[in-house]
């Protein structure tokens, strides 16, 4: 029979197991049951102001330089060894089809998602992504497949018009293809669709003709002035023999 103690708080008699070790105590354990003091942890983290300071206060712990070498020695040294990674796998299994850890993680990567610092790493994270000529045709044929599809087709219609008659939607609709014929590389398309006049072209269309023809090898910032006026003037020249071709 193990040795039992009365808890100052809920006053049941619990295993010493119950409670946690505290040497500033004449019996080398804590007044109140581990379940209790949980409780009044529980209740102060509650508390917002005292969840930042508590939060703020371990960030600072774990970043001194001698805890974090002592964590990271820990780490090693625990997830070193099968055993506990066995472990670990085996409580996974077994709590990762439980509802209440399902909705748990769900809340957790929604929060986390949330924050500032994950919201700019993900940015980037796009960013540097879209930025490979490789995954932009991916996305591309991606999203061209996806929106082809009959069902797809078939809820963008169905989404359409139940919105086409609501005054917000509609608003939203003008304001957007406002927006979207100001966009510079727009408006150029649109120059060229309509046979307008060339010199009306913004130079960034001009530097991106210039630098597709490179094939990516010249940079934005690599292209001279006077090479921007030049394709200018190629382009000015080429439907000038449209043109005449045409009459
Ligand atoms: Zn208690």
């Given at each position: 029979m193990e040795e039992e103690k009365k808890c100052t708080k809920c006053s049941k008699f619990k295993d010493l197991s119950e409670y946690s070790k505290d040497k500033g105590q004449k019996s080398g354990?804590?007044?109140?049951c581990k379940t209790c003091d949980y409780e009044v942890v529980k209740k102060r983290m509650s508390r917002p102001e005292v969840k930042e300071r508590v939060i703020k206060y371990q960030k600072e712990y774990r970043e001194r330089p001698e805890v974090k070498k002592r964590m990271d020695k820990y780490y090693k040294e625990y997830w070193g060894n099968p055993e506990n990674k066995q472990r670990a796998k085996d409580n996974y299994d077994k709590i990762k089809s439980n509802q209440w850890f399902i909705e748990r993680k769900r809340k957790y990567t929604k929060d986390y998602n949330l924050r500032p610092e994950a919201i700019e790493r993900s940015r980037i994270h796009k960013k540097k992504y879209r930025e490979n000529p490789l995954n932009k045709k991916k996305e591309a044929e991606y999203s061209k497949e996806y929106n082809s599809r009959p069902d797809v087709k078939q809820r963008n219609k169905d989404y359409y018009n139940d919105k086409k008659n609501n005054p917000e939607f509609k608003e939203r609709v003008t304001k957007y293809n406002k927006l979207y014929y100001q966009r510079t590389n727009v408006k150029d398309r649109q120059i060229i669709k309509s046979r307008q006049?060339?010199?009306?072209?913004s130079d960034k269309y001009l530097k991106t003709q210039i630098r597709s023809r490179s094939r990516g090898i010249l940079d934005f910032a690599e292209i001279p002035e006077h090479l921007i006026e030049s394709k200018r003037q190629a382009l000015i020249l080429k439907r000038l023999i449209k043109n005449k071709k045409n009459d």
């Open positions: 354990f804590r007044p109140s006049d060339i010199k009306y072209l």
